[in-house]
Nanobody
Framework: HVQLVESGGGSVQAGGSLRLSCSASRYGTCMGWFRQVPGKEREGVAFIDRDGGTTYAESVKGRFTVSKDNAKNTLYLQMASLKPEDTAMYYC??????????????????????WGQGTQVTVS
C-alpha cells in the first residue's frame, strides 16, 4: 500500500483556480484523482502513469492538469476555470500494479488499493 495525504482544497469562486497536492510514501504505477459528491459514485478525474502519460475525464480536459514531482514524491492537480459542478470531495489514489496508459481508460475506483482521506473543493 501507499500512504497518501491530500491538501490544498478550499472554496473558490467560479472561474478561479486551486492546486491540490498529494504527498505519497512512494509512487505507484498509476496515480490519480477521483472526486465524489454525496449520493453519487466516485468518478475519475485525472491520472498519471509511472511513465508520465496522462489521462483526463472529458469534463475537465483543458482545465485541469495532473503532474508529479518525483523528488518530492508528490502528486498535483492544478485546477483552472473552475465551475460549480466541480464542487466535490477530491481523493488521491494510487496502485502498485495497474497501469493507466493514455488512450485506453479501463480502470475505475475499485482498481486502486490506496486512498487519501480526501480534500473538499467548493466552487460558488
Amino acid at each position: 500500500h501507499v500512504q497518501l495525504v491530500e491538501s490544498g482544497g478550499g472554496s473558490v469562486q467560479a472561474g478561479g483556480s486551486l492546486r491540490l497536492s498529494c504527498s505519497a510514501s512512494r509512487y505507484g504505477t498509476c496515480m490519480g484523482w477521483f472526486r465524489q459528491v454525496p449520493g453519487k459514485e466516485r468518478e475519475g478525474v485525472a491520472f498519471i502513469d509511472r511513465d508520465g502519460g496522462t489521462t483526463y475525464a472529458e469534463s475537465v480536459k483543458g482545465r485541469f492538469t495532473v503532474s508529479k514531482d518525483n523528488a518530492k514524491n508528490t502528486l498535483y492537480l492544478q485546477m483552472a476555470s473552475l465551475k460549480p459542478e466541480d464542487t466535490a470531495m477530491y481523493y488521491c489514489a494510487a496502485d502498485l500494479l495497474i497501469r493507466c496508459l493514455p488512450g485506453s481508460w479501463w480502470w475505475s475506483s475499485g482498481d486502486f488499493s490506496s486512498w487519501g482521506q480526501g480534500t473538499q473543493v467548493t466552487v460558488s
